[in-house]
């Protein structure tokens, strides 16, 4: 009785509505955007379904007092971290079961966090961080943690978000809808769309490619264009 009592505290993602996209700074928003992604330090928008974004896979600026206590946390190749060059992040080591567990420690109390501020779900980014590992981490073991992650995230009350790695089905790990940066771009919609169906989020930074998925999803999903810096004043539109 108790899991279904946690099951039924999740509010899915709803479908039939916009969505903004706001990481780099909160700002207005119109009233036809139901749905709200918002950085787990910022508050979340009343009367949207708000979407808590945390870091779940890499290190963000923010935090490194967090990991200078977790030294071993963070993965190491020759005594170096590992950094994902694009972002300047580094990237957690999940390799053992012991890790992925102290791992999910630390990040599930930000998403309880997210859950005590209001949110309804949280998004997991970078669960693609493996590939960037220099071999070191393996998809198997990024997967195992991700499941712990979710699982946090539900008796939490939140709905989870998959974040990355379009092959992958995140159903399977109950992840309940996905937020699908650039799939149009990269032609990856309709794989986070067999899994999901109209839950997905799809976030397009380039013109061509928010018209190519308006074009083929605009009448499904909910489609915004942002600036890549997400600024508070950059570039949005729907379709």
Not at 30 to 55: M, T
Not at 63 to 70: G, L, P, Q, S
Not at 79 to 99: F, I
Request: proline residues 4%; positive net charge.
């Amino acid at each position: 009785m108790l899991l279904v009592a946690l099951l039924l505290a999740v509010l899915p993602l709803p479908t039939g509505t916009d969505v903004d996209y706001q990481l780099g700074g909160v700002r207005s928003t119109p009233a036809h955007v139901g749905i709200v992604v918002r950085d787990r330090e910022a508050r979340p928008l009343p009367g949207r379904y708000n979407v808590c974004y945390v870091n779940g896979f890499q290190t963000q600026p923010g935090e490194r007092t967090v990991w200078r206590r977790h030294p071993d946390l963070v993965l190491r190749e020759h005594g170096r971290p590992v950094v994902d060059e694009a972002w300047g992040e580094q990237l957690l080591d999940v390799r053992t079961a012991a890790k992925r567990h102290r791992l999910a420690d630390i990040v599930g109390r930000w998403t309880r966090g997210c859950a005590r501020a209001g949110y309804d779900a949280v998004e997991y980014d970078n669960l693609d961080s493996y590939t960037r590992s220099h071999g070191l981490m393996r998809r198997g073991q990024a997967l195992a943690y991700a499941r712990l992650l979710v699982r946090g995230a539900h008796r939490a009350g939140l709905a989870a978000g998959q974040k990355n790695l379009a092959d992958l089905d995140g159903t399977t790990l109950g992840y309940d809808f996905a937020v699908a940066e650039e799939c149009g771009r990269y032609r990856e919609c309709g794989s986070y769309v067999r899994a999901y169906g109209d839950r997905v989020l799809a976030i397009e930074y380039r013109a061509r490619d928010f018209r190519r998925t308006c074009a083929q999803y605009g009448d499904r999903l909910a489609v915004v264009l942002r600036d890549r810096d997400l600024s508070p004043a950059g570039v949005r539109r729907w379709c």
